[in-house]
């Protein structure tokens, strides 16, 4: 039997600076609708956590675009035949 599993996503255009070299460049950032409902929950934006995951790479936070969702299904059984096969 084959068991998916359906997760809500949501991307975010990110324009960033890298404290290290002070180069600016472009990224993506994908989070799950569950991620930002728990930031959300402790009183946390959506901008606020995306900072937050790149200042903890080094990053400072330039722009953030609007969010772009999407629904993922994942294979469950394939995915633990890769990770029992690993």
Do not use: H, N, P, W
């Not at 956590?49 to 629904?71: F, P, Q, S």
């Amino acid at each position: 039997m084959k068991t998916y599993e359906s997760i809500q996503l949501r991307a975010f255009d990110v324009r960033i600076r890298d404290e290290r070299t002070g180069e600016a460049s472009e990224d993506v950032i994908v989070l799950t609708k569950q991620q930002l409902q728990a930031a959300q929950i402790v009183g946390q934006s959506s901008k606020e956590l995306i900072c937050r995951y790149y200042g903890r790479a080094g990053y400072t936070v330039l722009d953030i675009g609007k969010a772009v969702k999407r629904e993922a299904a994942l294979d469950l059984d394939r995915l633990y035949s890769e990770a029992v096969s690993d």
